[in-house]
């Protein structure tokens, strides 16, 4: 598949990957250009930008062409820009898109449920720690 022939607006998923670890990120396709370039919105976690442009990365993006309908580009760049004061992501491929599968992981929305589960189970082990010195 051709970059030039994704429809817009489209959803998509970029995921970069690392040593063994992998983190997925939803984003929408706002323009094509000359079948090398794709142009998305910014991604954010916590309103905050996530930066793509770290050594060491694989990425790659999938695009829902139609419903259970999706096209991967493999090894691609991302850097980010700012056009009229606003963030885009200009993703470049060398290669044309594959039919894919959806990826099976759930998207990064945000950073603080890590943080409240952890907050819940400290509060669990002092109760639970506060109950074994009442047995005694």
């Known amino acids: 598949m051709n970059v030039e022939d994704i429809p817009v607006p489209a959803m998509a998923a970029i995921r970069v990957s690392k040593e063994g670890k992998s983190a ?23 309103d905050k930008l996530v930066n793509f442009e770290a050594k060491g990365l694989l990425k790659e993006i999938k695009i829902e062409f139609a419903p259970f309908e999706f096209y991967e580009w493999r090894n691609i760049s991302i850097i ?28 990064v929305t945000s950073q603080n449920p890590k943080k409240k589960k952890q907050i819940i189970q400290d509060k669990a082990l002092e109760a639970a720690k506060a109950t074994q010195g009442e047995g005694e």
């Open 80 to 107: 980010r820009f700012v056009e009229d004061g606003k963030s885009y992501l200009r993703i470049r491929t060398t290669t044309p898109g594959i039919r894919a599968m959806a990826w099976p992981d759930k998207p």
């Open 24 to 46: 997925l990120f939803e984003t929408t396709i706002i323009q094509t250009t000359d079948n090398k370039y794709i142009y998305t919105m910014p991604v954010r976690v916590d």
